[in-house]
């Protein structure tokens, strides 16, 4: 049974880099069969897409983001992570980790983690 | 990017049908079949509930359907139950790997 647990500082200064990783159990990243995604939520807000990375290291991210985002994997440990620079309090949000199984098409999450950026 | 449009909100009785929309444009739901659905309970995460424009994933109840006409697609939920009461996201790919998310829909069970 897939499993994915997000970590990570809660709270993030204002103009710094937003860090946190995805630890993935009951699977690997190393599979071709899936690519690994980020999706954040806004407090009372929808759901945006940040970006995903696949086993080879690919990534893709949201144009909005472009520019401020970096997706990574680490297969030695079945890790995946988000950094997000430059934060404001518009990057507050609860960060959500994935698994995609096809396009636009996330099967597994995990159960998020709300991180608040404040001066 | 704007988001895919979606109705703030509908309501239903148990045991009725509703249908929530999700607009977009010939560059994501019009031009691809990969429109997905989602179920959100307060505080939970999403819960995929279909996928490919119209499939289910297993163990999604059958009462739950997907289609799409033109730049719409939709998500019909039949049998309305108490426990259907959630919001509702609908998603879509949209080229170059990306993916955009509509704004959500606050489905009410009255």
């Known amino acids: 049974h897939l499993q994915l647990q997000e970590s990570g500082p809660g709270l993030v200064k204002t103009s710094e880099t937003l860090s946190l990783t995805c630890t993935v159990s009951g699977g690997s990243i190393s599979s071709s069969d899936y690519f690994w995604v980020w999706i954040r939520q806004p407090p009372g807000k929808g759901l945006e897409w940040i970006g995903n990375v696949y086993y080879t290291g690919n990534t893709y991210y949201n144009p909005s983001l472009k520019g401020r985002v970096t997706i990574s994997g680490d297969s030695s440990k079945n890790q995946f992570s988000l950094k997000l620079t430059s934060v404001t309090a518009a990057d507050t949000a609860v960060y959500y980790c994935g698994r995609d199984t096809s396009l636009a098409t996330t099967d597994s999450w995990g159960q998020g983690t709300l991180v608040t950026v404040s001066s | 990017q704007s988001a895919l449009t979606q109705p703030a909100s509908v309501s239903g009785s148990p045991g009725q049908s509703i249908t929530i929309s999700c607009s977009g444009t010939s560059s994501d739901v019009g031009g691809y079949d990969y429109v997905s659905w989602y179920q959100q309970h307060p505080g939970k995460a999403p819960k995929l509930m279909i996928y490919d424009v119209s499939t289910r994933p297993s163990g999604v109840s059958y009462r739950f359907s997907g289609s799409k006409s033109g730049n719409t697609a939709s998500l019909t939920i039949s049998g309305l139950q108490t426990e259907d009461e959630a919001d509702y996201y609908c998603?879509?790919?949209?080229?170059?790997?990306?993916?955009?998310f509509g704004g959500g829909t606050k489905l009410t069970v009255l």
């Open positions: 998603s879509s790919y949209r080229g170059s790997h990306t993916v955009i």
